[in-house]
């Protein structure tokens, strides 16, 4: 493949969407399953809530600057059998119940009207957005592995990696932002202000531990799969994954990717759990990580070339040829 036909806005797409997917599915687990009933959950929630708005909606405009043509953006949405076009859907819905479900903890006086008419569909709309977003993390993978021709993408382990990847960075990305605005946190209800910050502290220590966990998993699951196509009999894989390991990419591989987003992080968390540097710094090397990861899969898009396609390629002329340059527009040479 002479071309990446992929630029920078597919990989940040897939890294947007997983993680604002990611974080609806944990916030959705917190509220309806974990802490069933206590209201300070979702309170304190609700700043992770609105990021994930935040990234879906970026992401959804990245998808459309890859388009090429922003006035047709529809057409990703319209086509049924496309695996983009249900991505784009799932996007949309887990958007949508997402904003439903976040204004109505928006604490402003002027917008109480619309934010207590929204309080009853609190569950259902966190439920919708929850399952969607569950479904975007697995479609950030599955989108592709299903693109055959390439293999070093066509296998089950990307969909795993991409799940695990967009948990882990959902983990890191709630880690830096619960507790935040809009939960009370003011002097004058003091009750509801210890309430929710007891539960910020919670919620976030069990997401440590669970970042803890993902983090061992995705750091398991990528060098499996790497290094299984280091010694796969695919020609088109084994090549990508030298090119990981010891070629050109092994120092993004090994000291971006592996080390600092994924071990360091991992020391942070264990050896100094209540520090600044578990707290901060290591959520931010796993939101680091998580988005290294997306673009370097999404540009290692070698393939197998297609019969006679080399051929092909060998008689092109050059780009700077003289009959290419020698006619400009309006001209008539004959």
């Given at each position: 493949m002479r071309h990446h036909y992929w630029e920078w806005p597919i990989p940040t797409y897939l890294f947007l969407g997983g993680l604002?997917?990611?974080?609806?599915?944990?916030?959705?687990?917190?509220?309806?399953?974990?802490?069933?009933?206590?209201?300070?959950v979702p309170e304190v929630m609700a700043l992770p809530g609105f990021l994930a708005i935040v990234a879906l909606g970026f992401g959804c405009l990245m998808l459309v600057v890859d388009?090429?043509?922003?006035?047709?953006?529809?057409?990703?949405?319209?086509r049924s059998t496309s695996v983009l076009a249900w991505g784009a859907r799932l996007l949309t819905v887990c958007m949508i119940f997402g904003i439903?479900?976040?204004?109505?903890?928006?604490?402003?006086?002027?917008?109480?009207?619309?934010?207590?008419?929204?309080?009853?569909?609190?569950?259902?709309?966190?439920?919708?957005?929850?399952?969607?977003?569950?479904?975007?993390?697995?479609y950030t993978g599955i989108f592709l592995s299903t693109l055959k021709a390439h293999a070093f993408w066509a296998t089950p382990a990307l969909p795993v990696l991409f799940t695990v990847s967009a948990l882990s960075t959902a983990c890191a990305a709630i880690a830096l932002s619960v507790g935040g605005w809009p939960a009370e946190m003011s002097l004058d209800a003091i009750t509801e202000s210890m309430n929710n910050y007891i539960f910020a502290e919670v919620v976030h220590e069990l997401l440590h531990i669970v970042d803890v966990i993902l983090v061992v998993v995705e750091l398991v699951v990528i060098l499996v799969m790497v290094l299984s196509f280091l010694g796969a009999g695919n020609r088109t894989a084994n090549k990508v994954a030298h090119k990981w390991v010891t070629g050109k990419w092994a120092p993004l591989f090994w000291g971006g990717m592996i080390a600092c987003g994924l071990v360091l992080p991992e020391i942070m968390y264990i050896a100094a759990p209540h520090s600044v540097a578990s707290s901060v710094i290591a959520p931010i090397l796993v939101l680091c990580g998580g988005l290294l990861l997306r673009f370097m899969v999404v540009f290692s898009d070698e393939r197998a070339p297609l019969p006679g396609e080399e051929a092909y390629y060998s008689k092109l002329p050059d780009a700077d040829a003289e009959f290419i340059h020698k006619w400009t527009y309006g001209e008539n040479l004959f």
């Amino acid at each position: 493949m002479r071309h990446h036909y992929w630029e920078w806005p597919i990989p940040t797409y897939l890294f947007l969407g997983g993680l604002g997917g990611g974080i609806y599915c944990l916030i959705a687990v917190l509220t309806l399953f974990v802490f069933p009933g206590v209201a300070a959950v979702p309170e304190v929630m609700a700043l992770p809530g609105f990021l994930a708005i935040v990234a879906l909606g970026f992401g959804c405009l990245m998808l459309v600057v890859d388009l090429g043509q922003p006035m047709v953006f529809y057409r990703a949405f319209v086509r049924s059998t496309s695996v983009l076009a249900w991505g784009a859907r799932l996007l949309t819905v887990c958007m949508i119940f997402g904003i439903l479900w976040f204004a109505s903890y928006i604490p402003w006086d002027w917008f109480s009207g619309i934010a207590n008419l929204l309080v009853p569909a609190r569950e259902f709309c966190l439920a919708i957005a929850g399952l969607s977003g569950t479904c975007i993390m697995l479609y950030t993978g599955i989108f592709l592995s299903t693109l055959k021709a390439h293999a070093f993408w066509a296998t089950p382990a990307l969909p795993v990696l991409f799940t695990v990847s967009a948990l882990s960075t959902a983990c890191a990305a709630i880690a830096l932002s619960v507790g935040g605005w809009p939960a009370e946190m003011s002097l004058d209800a003091i009750t509801e202000s210890m309430n929710n910050y007891i539960f910020a502290e919670v919620v976030h220590e069990l997401l440590h531990i669970v970042d803890v966990i993902l983090v061992v998993v995705e750091l398991v699951v990528i060098l499996v799969m790497v290094l299984s196509f280091l010694g796969a009999g695919n020609r088109t894989a084994n090549k990508v994954a030298h090119k990981w390991v010891t070629g050109k990419w092994a120092p993004l591989f090994w000291g971006g990717m592996i080390a600092c987003g994924l071990v360091l992080p991992e020391i942070m968390y264990i050896a100094a759990p209540h520090s600044v540097a578990s707290s901060v710094i290591a959520p931010i090397l796993v939101l680091c990580g998580g988005l290294l990861l997306r673009f370097m899969v999404v540009f290692s898009d070698e393939r197998a070339p297609l019969p006679g396609e080399e051929a092909y390629y060998s008689k092109l002329p050059d780009a700077d040829a003289e009959f290419i340059h020698k006619w400009t527009y309006g001209e008539n040479l004959f």
